[in-house]
Every structure is written in structure tokens, then in C-alpha cells.
């Protein structure tokens, strides 16, 4: 057993370790149980959303499967190729999904794709699939960055705040060797993704007729506010030269979030969809 549940442990913040338990070659590990455990969650929240909306919620369950098979080698693309510098020199850890190292920017470009795709050949909307997705998308945000928590990943700067988290020395990234707490950013936005659900919920019940589109377009906006700020206190950011690319790509889901919504409902004009209302 590898879990360290001591009161020490929990009443210092830190990680037990990234393993639940190990029998021979069989490794049980924290993140790869949260990722399966925000699928399902998230299916049965949107399957429930779809039956609100009387849409089957077969065609949620069948899209889920593109969605996982569009969104997670996306995802570790992404962060292997913002990391190429690292991973040229260890081509055997680029598959090493288990240990931590996905984007969430990457895995929302390709369920987007996939769920295109999907919409085209189902003839049905991906604004309207988009909208049921959207909640279960930051719920699942919401428990995967747990994961991080496991792994000793994903920390902010140092600080001696309560809530700080402790950071073993050899998961600290060169020039904080010296410090041993950090803002648990992981946290931060665990907390702002379940915010974010509350908000996408209340719009999907007050709002019933909401135009195609509404949620997942709130969802960009509201999201991204949250990892714009939450991104500058990490000390791990995927860069491009000076830039933190999740700032970069936040600013651009802010920008589509406010066009999106505008277009919608100042202009008031329907967005561009695989399937047109009839």
C-alpha cells in the first residue's frame, strides 16, 4: 500500500502519493481513476441534461465514446508538443499518460472535433450537443484536477498562506529548492470549475429556451476568466518564448465567449450549426 493517510500527512496538505496500490506490475494510480470517474460522471450528467431537453440520452452515451477518443490523445499531444524540448530527449515517456502531463486546451480542441464530426454524420446540432456537454466538461475539470493533487503537480509560488500545500523537493521546479509551500492552484481552479457548474446549471433550468449554444459559449467565458488568473500564480505554465500559452488561449476563450454571446443576443442571430432548426 503506497497511501499515506497518517494525520500528519493530512494536516500538512500534500499529496500521499500518486499510487493507490500495487500488485506486481498492476499500478492502481490516483489519476487515471479520477480521469474514469469524471467520464462516467459526466455522462450521467449529461444524459440527464438530454432528458430535460427530450433528446435520447443514447445519443449522448455514443457521442461520449468520440468525445474520449477525440479528447485525450489531444490532450497529451498538446502538452507533449508545448514540452518537446523535454520529451525529444525521452521519446519512451511520450505514452506515459498515467503520470500526469495532459491540457485541458488540447483535450477541448479535439472533443470539439470529434463532436463536428459526430453532429455532420448524425445529422443533428453540435451547438445543441455542445450546450449538454458543456456542464459535464467542467465537472469533470473539477475532479481531474484532483489528479494534480496526487501527482504534486501543478502548484503555484511559494507561500505561507493556511491553505498552503506542500511540495516534496524533488517535485519542486529548479530555483523554489529552498521553499516548501505553494498556492495549491490545483485547488483554485477545482473550486472555480464546481462555481462555474452552479452557473451553467442555473442557466440550463432558468432559461429552458435558450438559444443554441448559450452554455458552452458561457462556459468558454466563464472558465477562461478563471484560468487567466489562476495561470499566473503557476510555476509550471506551458510556454511559448515569454508567453504562458493557457493565458494565451484563455484571453482567446474570453474573446469568443463575449463575440459568441453578442452574436446570439444583441444581434440576435443563430450560429453557424451542422444542423439548421427547422
Known amino acids: 500500500m503506497f497511501v499515506d493517510l497518517s494525520p500528519v500527512s493530512l494536516a500538512a496538505f500534500q499529496s500521499p502519493g500518486p499510487e493507490i496500490f500495487r500488485v506486481g506490475p498492476l499500478v492502481i494510480r490516483w489519476y487515471g481513476v479520477l480521469i474514469a470517474a469524471a467520464i462516467v460522471l459526466g455522462l450521467q450528467l449529461s444524459q440527464r441534461l438530454a432528458k430535460h431537453r427530450r433528446i435520447k440520452p443514447e445519443l449522448i452515451s455514443d457521442l461520449a465514446i468520440w468525445l474520449v477518443v477525440g479528447a485525450i490523445p489531444c490532450a497529451r499531444i498538446y502538452y507533449v508538443l508545448f514540452q518537446w524540448d523535454y520529451y525529444s530527449?525521452?521519446?519512451?515517456?511520450?505514452?506515459?499518460?498515467?503520470?500526469?502531463?495532459?491540457?485541458?486546451?488540447?483535450?477541448?480542441?479535439?472533443?470539439?472535433?470529434?463532436?463536428?464530426?459526430?453532429?455532420?454524420?448524425?445529422?443533428?446540432?453540435?451547438?445543441?450537443?455542445?450546450?449538454?456537454?458543456?456542464?459535464?466538461?467542467?465537472?469533470?475539470?473539477?475532479?481531474?484536477?484532483?489528479?494534480?493533487?496526487?501527482?504534486?503537480e501543478a502548484f503555484g509560488d511559494p507561500t505561507d498562506l493556511p491553505w498552503k500545500l506542500f511540495i516534496p523537493s524533488e517535485r519542486r521546479p529548479l530555483g523554489y529548492k529552498s521553499s516548501a509551500y505553494f498556492h495549491p492552484t490545483f485547488l483554485y481552479e477545482s473550486l472555480w470549475n464546481l462555481m462555474v457548474l452552479g452557473l451553467l446549471l442555473a442557466l440550463f433550468f432558468r432559461f429552458p429556451r435558450a438559444k443554441k449554444g448559450t452554455l458552452f459559449l458561457a462556459y468558454a467565458l466563464t472558465y477562461s476568466l478563471g484560468r487567466l488568473w489562476i495561470e499566473g500564480l503557476r510555476t509550471d505554465s506551458l510556454m511559448l518564448g515569454p508567453l504562458r500559452i493557457?493565458?494565451?488561449?484563455?484571453?482567446?476563450?474570453?474573446?469568443?465567449?463575449?463575440?459568441?454571446?453578442?452574436?446570439?443576443y444583441l444581434l440576435k442571430r443563430s450560429l453557424p450549426d451542422t444542423k439548421q432548426a427547422s
Open 246 to 264: 493557457a493565458q494565451v488561449v484563455s484571453l482567446i476563450g474570453i474573446g469568443v465567449g463575449l463575440l459568441g454571446l453578442s452574436w446570439l
Open 89 to 152: 530527449q525521452h521519446l519512451d515517456q511520450v505514452a506515459t499518460i498515467w503520470r500526469g502531463g495532459i491540457a485541458i486546451h488540447g483535450a477541448i480542441l479535439g472533443g470539439m472535433l470529434a463532436a463536428v464530426i459526430f453532429s455532420r454524420l448524425n445529422k443533428v446540432s453540435f451547438w445543441q450537443l455542445a450546450d449538454l456537454v458543456a456542464p459535464s466538461l467542467v465537472l469533470g475539470q473539477a475532479i481531474g484536477r484532483w489528479g494534480n493533487f496526487f501527482n504534486s
